[in-house]
Nanobody, 128 residues
Framework: QVQVAESGGGSVQTGGSLRLSCVHS????????VAWFRQAPGKEREGVAA???????TFAESVKGRFTISQDNTKNLLYLQIDNAKSEDTAMYYC??????????????????????WGQGTQVTVSS
């Protein structure tokens, strides 16, 4: 049974840090690209960061230098480290897994429609 579940969201002040976690299991990790997306109220869901099986990471331009994506495959865990948080980072954050084959594991081209599994989301609120 596939399980994708995020945790670690909350409130943080501008300039602060937060780490999101995602447990993902029930499928063969080598067959999937894992990533983080976010959706702010009234806006479309957008890709934030992705990590490939060789450890290659890609980021949306808006979070480069501030966000870090990593994973611990021995524990089926995916992380998103948010540093120097900005008010525009306020959103619901989703862990996602997209089957390989026809997609390139690069967040700049990974559209939500390619995602096979989503978590329920965890809210991040950045305030001044």
């Amino acid at each position: 049974q596939v399980q994708v579940a995020e945790s670690g969201g909350g409130s943080v002040q501008t300039g602060g840090s937060l780490r999101l976690s995602c447990v993902h299991s029930g499928y063969t990790h080598l067959d999937y690209c894992v990533a983080w997306f976010r959706q702010a109220p009234g806006k479309e869901r957008e890709g934030v960061a992705a990590i490939d099986i060789d450890g290659t990471t890609t980021f949306a331009e808006s979070v480069k230098g501030r966000f870090t994506i990593s994973q611990d495959n021995t524990k089926n865990l995916l992380y998103l480290q948010i540093d120097n948080a900005k008010s525009e980072d306020t959103a619901m954050y989703y862990c996602a897994a997209a089957a390989r084959g026809l997609i390139w594991c690069n967040i700049t081209t990974l559209l939500p429609l390619y995602v096979n599994y989503w978590g329920q989301g965890t809210q991040v609120t950045v305030s001044s």
